[in-house]
């Protein structure tokens, strides 16, 4: 089965955003992928966490969710679209959702992120990020049975909380997605490390699209989305610039490498 990661550089222009995104799925198409995942924020990436107030959708409806729609009916893929904040109710907070939809166009799933990036970044003074003000953090769990394997649903910061990954494992999770927007101080240390710990300890595929390069109000990302085996090793990585990054994923030696090395059954609850 062949995936692929997309890398983009989004900006506050969501038209713009979905032509480059439909421009990069079509190319990962071209290349045999059947599983295609776009990066966090994709539709729409502001210069703070409050301009992503003028693109919220209501679930259901919008030029995002429309685009996804409409792009894994036409090029018969199966896409998880990164990012988009959806509102599903009242108040003034809305969920940061990754929508996963079939060929068929629907959607199979949607995963709110569970953990927001309240953080100030170490050693950058002017880099503050308070998520939780726009963003309502979401409480399920979500992996997916598809007929490509069982995917997992994660964004971003949820890949320093290794507890979400072990009840993945737990579901069967073969396949994870992570959507991200890292940034570059905590991308260049952390990233890598991060989501090769994920992969060996639940052993899984990881599929991890990132935003890449510098964005409204200077803010920059770090890019190197990648595909990683169960192993921990980097099957593709595209470290700079808007672009497609894909690979075969073996799921007869995932569960090979599982019978073999059983570690998802050894665990102990402490």
């Known amino acids: 089965m062949k995936v692929a990661a997309i890398q983009m ?59 996804l729609a409409e792009t894994a009916e036409s090029l018969g893929l199966w896409i998880v679209g990164g990012t988009i904040p959806i509102r599903d109710g009242g108040g003034d907070r809305a969920s940061s959702r990754s929508l996963l939809l079939g060929p068929d166009g629907r959607v199979a799933a949607h995963y709110d992120k569970i953990h927001l ?15 939780s003000k726009t963003t309502l953090a979401g409480t399920r769990v979500v992996a997916a049975q598809t007929p490509l ?10 890949i320093r909380f290794p507890a979400l990954f072990h009840r993945l494992s737990v579901l069967g999770t073969d396949v994870v997605v992570v959507p991200a927007a890292f940034t570059v101080p905590t991308g260049e240390v952390h990233w890598l490390p991060l989501l090769q710990a994920r992969a060996i ?39 700079a610039g808007p672009g497609v990054v894909c690979a075969d994923l073996d799921m007869i030696r995932l569960g090979e490498l599982r019978r073999r090395f059983p570690t998802v059954q050894h665990r102990r609850e402490l």
């Open 149 to 158: 394997a069982r995917i997992g649903m994660t964004v971003c910061y949820d």
């Open 201 to 239: 300890e639940s052993l899984v595929y990881v599929v991890a699209a990132g935003q890449w390069g510098e964005h409204a109000g200077g803010r920059k990302t770090y890019g190197h989305s990648l595909i990683l085996g169960p192993w921990g090793e980097v099957l593709a990585e595209l470290p």
């Open 9 to 67: 550089t989004s900006t506050r222009d969501v038209a713009a955003n979905l032509r480059e995104a439909g421009l990069l799925v079509a190319d990962a198409a071209r290349q045999g992928a059947k599983l295609v995942v776009l990066p966090e924020n994709f539709s729409f990436l502001g210069a703070t966490d409050a301009d992503r107030v003028a693109a919220i959708e209501r679930f259901g409806d919008g030029p995002a969710q429309r685009f």
């Open 117 to 131: 990036f309240d953080v100030d970044v170490p050693g950058r003074s002017d880099e503050r990020y308070s998520e």
